[in-house]
């Protein structure tokens, strides 16, 4: 069983929609999660930590289930420079960081 | 502050041949990663290390080998290259932050294009 499972998608909106990702981990001890943003064959970058109340950064807000082992993400407004692959991450103990496969999102004007 | 830095950026091996990947960051982080990225399989960690000397297997450790001698270099090496390592590699760092650690984002270098033929 992999560590963090995603859809893969992809999921294709049109701009101003509301879309939400999810993502489920394996690990109970997992300490830390995040969801990163990764466009085309470039390097992933951080959109945000997710803590376990909940928190939001702009149009974007993540949410954590320790209890279900789920992580979510929520786009508002969707713009077209959202089009990337969203990529669910894990911190397990000794500070090894699992990744899913990532999830494409496609916004269309 | 160039943050992570990834040398070669693209290379071509034939089978059996060697190389090493190099990595840099100038952030004196104390954790670097190796990853490799295949179509639809997301980042699978190769090796890691926990800082300058030490350094641990990942998910996918065969074919490869690491050193960490200076802090802020760590290097991936292939002894003899097979078509399966035909990828791309990511180098991360990233430092202990907070009481347990909890807030510690990965900063990834722009990644390496290996492909053997």
């Known amino acids: 069983r992999k560590e963090v499972e995603q859809d893969p998608g992809p999921f294709n909106v049109p701009e101003g929609a509301t879309v939400a990702f999810n993502c489920t981990y394996s690990?109970?001890?997992?300490?830390?999660f995040f969801w990163y943003r990764q466009d085309c064959r470039k390097e992933p970058k951080l959109l945000m930590s997710?803590?376990?109340s909940g928190n939001e950064d702009g149009r974007f807000t993540a949410q954590l289930n320790r209890a279900s082992q789920y992580i979510s993400l929520l786009i508002r407004d969707s713009k077209l420079s959202d089009s990337a692959t969203y990529l669910c991450?894990?911190?397990?103990?000794?500070?090894?960081?699992?990744f899913g496969s990532g999830t494409k999102l496609n916004v269309k004007p | 502050n160039a943050g992570v830095t990834q040398t070669p950026k693209f290379r071509v091996l034939k089978t059996g041949q060697s190389m090493t990947l190099l990595c840099a960051q100038d952030?004196?982080?104390?954790?670097m990663y190796w990853y490799r990225q295949d179509p639809g399989m997301g980042l699978r960690l190769i090796h890691y290390?926990?800082?300058?000397?030490?350094?641990a297997k990942g998910e996918v450790p065969d074919g490869y080998n690491v050193s960490r001698l200076k802090k802020q270099n760590f290097l991936l090496g292939l002894e003899s290259a097979a078509p399966s390592q035909t990828s791309v590699y990511f180098c991360?760092?990233?430092?202990?932050?907070?009481?347990?650690?909890?807030?510690?984002?990965?900063?990834f270098g722009p990644g390496t294009r290996l492909t053997v033929l």
């Open positions: 997710v803590y376990s």
């Open positions: 991450v894990v911190r397990t103990p000794f500070n090894k960081f699992y």
């Open positions: 952030m004196n982080h104390e954790y």
């Open positions: 690990n109970s001890a997992s300490q830390s």
């Open positions: 290390s926990v800082g300058e000397g030490t350094t």
């Open positions: 991360a760092s990233t430092h202990p932050v907070g009481r347990d650690n909890s807030y510690n984002e990965q900063f």
